[in-house]
């Protein structure tokens, strides 16, 4: 897998923190393992959307990786309560079910943003960057061997 710059939190140059929220166990180990080689750390995980939304609130972390079809409750419900709860959340639907109504409804209840499974790094690391805005910077290895911010 490809490295990428590692993303930190602006304010605090800490990892950024994730939660997983997949049914499928490959499927958040796969992100989990792309979260990684982006510096990420994950904060919690979640096979659920009523866990998901427990698990917000449990780890507070910053950004939520949602598939949309899961069992007891789908992604999209999930976005929209996180959201209401706290709307300063940063939910990112992942879903191999990209219909342009799924879209549309995940963006109406909150989502920030939509990627398309199977999920390609590269294309999860730009809308990561993207929904993070200036709340993430990337840190550059200096020629020292310490981090350095950009």
Do not use: W
Request: with cysteine; glycine share 8%; proline share 5%.
């Amino acid at each position: 897998m490809d490295q990428f710059p590692a993303l930190v939190r602006s304010k605090d140059r800490q990892p950024v923190r994730y939660l997983v929220v997949d049914d499928s166990i490959f499927a958040r180990k796969n992100l989990t393992r792309m979260i990684e080689t982006f510096g990420g750390q994950v904060a919690g995980e979640a096979g659920d959307g009523c866990t998901a939304i427990t698990e917000y609130d449990r780890t507070k972390p910053d950004m939520v990786l949602m598939d949309i079809t899961m069992p007891q409750m789908e992604g999209i419900e999930a976005a929209e309560r996180i959201v209401r709860q706290h709307p300063d959340a940063r939910v990112v639907m992942v879903s191999s079910v990209g219909y342009q109504e799924n879209i549309v409804a995940a963006l109406q209840k909150g989502a920030r943003h939509f990627v398309q499974k199977p999920v390609k790094p590269e294309v999860l690391y730009e809308v990561i960057k993207y929904v993070l805005g200036e709340d993430a910077t990337t840190l550059v290895p200096s020629t020292a061997g310490a981090g350095d911010a950009k």
